[in-house]
């Protein structure tokens, strides 16, 4: 889905529904982390539970924060984001197209279903800490 369609299926959403993501694909369903620019002009969502304060979004300022991204990002794909640990040294950063938007009674579900699109694929190696 692009952007603009997002907004525009959005429209007169519950603004106090939950917003969770699924990758079908994976099994995963997961609340989302950060909402913007995943990729060069790709809009999306980071997956995740890192911060306590940030996972829980809401469909109003979910939308909100859509709204902000400017015309450049209207008719881009919008995208899932997730971090796989690989081993102890390496992780993957995996990319997935948004599919359709649900509304569920107590969650609005961003869904991708289509599988991961491999050529955003990402490795990057794990910064050591001391």
Request: proline share 2%.
């Amino acid at each position: 889905m692009i952007l603009s369609e997002i907004i525009e299926k959005l429209v007169g959403v519950d603004e106090t529904l939950r917003v969770n993501c699924s990758i079908s694909s994976m099994g995963l369903i997961s609340n989302v982390y950060v909402v913007g620019q995943v990729r060069p002009d790709y809009p999306g969502v980071v997956l995740g539970d890192r911060e306590p304060h940030l996972r829980e979004k809401i469909a109003g300022e979910f939308v909100k924060k859509l709204k902000t991204f400017g015309e450049r990002f209207q008719e881009n794909e919008f995208l899932l984001e997730q971090t796989i640990d690989i081993d102890k040294t390496k992780y993957e950063v995996r990319y997935f197209k948004l599919s359709d938007v649900k509304l569920e009674s107590k969650a609005l579900l961003l869904n991708a279903s289509q599988g991961e699109v491999v050529e955003f694929r990402e490795e990057h190696d794990q910064v050591e800490s001391e």
